[in-house]
């Protein structure tokens, strides 16, 4: 005769409470954000200490001739982004 209500959207047993995955999910993302931001920096960091113009006597100071020139773009450059990607951030 009658049959029991079926349970509406949202108003379960744990209405109002966080299921014990949705906390795991956000801890992942935490590490994921932590490690990514470290990868970048080691990145940075590499970047940095190897830029010939770590090892000029004058680094900013606009080089005076064409070999100077070439010798300071030698290194690594840093990756920009595209501008659809920077906007998102």
């Known amino acids: 005769m009658n049959k029991p209500g ?3 959207p ?3 047993a744990t209405a ?3 299921q ?3 906390h795991l999910v956000r801890f992942a993302r935490r590490v994921r954000d932590i490690v990514a931001e470290c990868a970048q920096a080691q ?3 590499a970047e940095l200490t190897t830029a010939p113009d770590r ?3 004058r680094p900013n100071e606009a080089p005076d001739t064409y070999e100077e020139f070439l ?3 030698s290194g690594l450059m840093r990756h ?3 501008a659809p990607a920077r906007v998102t951030r």
Do not use: D
């Open 71 to 73: 010798f300071r773009t």
């Open 10 to 12: 949202g108003r379960g």
């Open 20 to 22: 014990p995955g949705a």
């Open 80 to 82: 920009e982004p595209p």
């Open 16 to 18: 109002g409470h966080s």
């Open 6 to 8: 079926s349970p509406r």
């Open 55 to 57: 090892y000029l006597m």
């Open 43 to 45: 990145r940075r960091l």
